[in-house]
């Protein structure tokens, strides 16, 4: 909308570059173009703006398949009016020249141009095709369709109305024919979840199979192990006893052959003992032999007195003494007790 302020009984105008603005005064045209601005008055003035930007047009309808579905389309149509004199001479864009408001609907009549024809080319399109093609290539063919229809429509360059592009958004049946139709592939999908859950179970009890397969074999290998360190043991404590009775007898033997040497040291030095107490014997016999009795006496005499306790003081009678002294080979002496 063209923005109009007042001054002292003039208007005066400043349009956008996207608006084409139209000026007639006394019926004649005094400014034509877009962006504009000038001033004017508003009882003689006569102003048109055109919009020349691309305008989206949004529409909805419904339409009916081959099978007598119901489905909704959805579409996009993309459109500027490229002739703006022919399209203020053909529709109403005059606006009011104090407010700059559009006396009419002029955009509102170009969408139901476009949507009219459109869905008339839509219409003819889907009666021709199921509801499975539809929903599969039913976009593809109706955009080309309609774009066709729209290119081919003689009203639309006659307002200066140039279609630029044509977007199908979906095709969609009715809620209860979309869950029938989804049925079938939730339940495939449902089948594919079922058995990749299926192989994903029966790849965990493999998986758990070969674990406890390998637990298996590793406590069986452990046992054959502990086996084998059970009969080393043995063998090993075999082979000590062995060595253990091997040294025993080996220290048996250096005792009972010590012994023996030394049984036999102590023989012989027995007999040597007994024959130099033998012959030590004889030969005292031997001189016992050659001395006299008297000799004999004195020694036993001797012996018996070392033998006999201590005796302090010997008292002798003359006589006595007399014959020993005699015995002796003495005079006679005088003895004192």
Sequence with gaps: MADITKRFGWRHLRSAPTAHIRHHKRGRLAHDGPGLSFWYRSLSAALSEVPVNDRELAMAFHARTSDFQDVTVQATVTYR??????????????????????????????????????????????????LAGALVDGVASVRNRVAEGLAAEPRLPATGIDVVAVRVVAIRP???????????????????????????????????????????????????????????????????????AAADGVRAAAEAARKVRLARAEAAAARDVGAARAESQAAWLRVHAEVDTGTLHALAATRLAENLPRIDSVTLSPDVLTGLLTRLGRPDPEVRA
């Design 174 to 244: 009715e809620a209860e024919v979309e869950r029938a139709l989804r049925t079938p592939a939730r339940e495939q999908i449902q089948q594919e979840a079922d058995r990749a859950t299926y192989e994903r179970r029966a790849v965990a009890v493999e998986r758990e199979r070969t674990i406890a397969e390998n637990e298996l074999a590793s406590k069986i290998e452990l046992a054959r192990r502990e086996e084998q360190l059970v009969e080393q043991r043995g063998t090993n404590t075999r082979r000590e006893a062995e060595e253990n």
């Design 81 to 130: 009016i490229s002739d703006p004199a022919e399209a203020a001479a053909r529709l109403d864009f005059s606006v009011d020249p104090d407010t700059g408001v559009w006396r009419g609907a002029p955009l509102e009549q170009i969408a139901t141009l476009l949507t009219e024809t459109a869905q008339q080319h839509t219409l003819d399109v889907l009666a021709r095709t199921p």
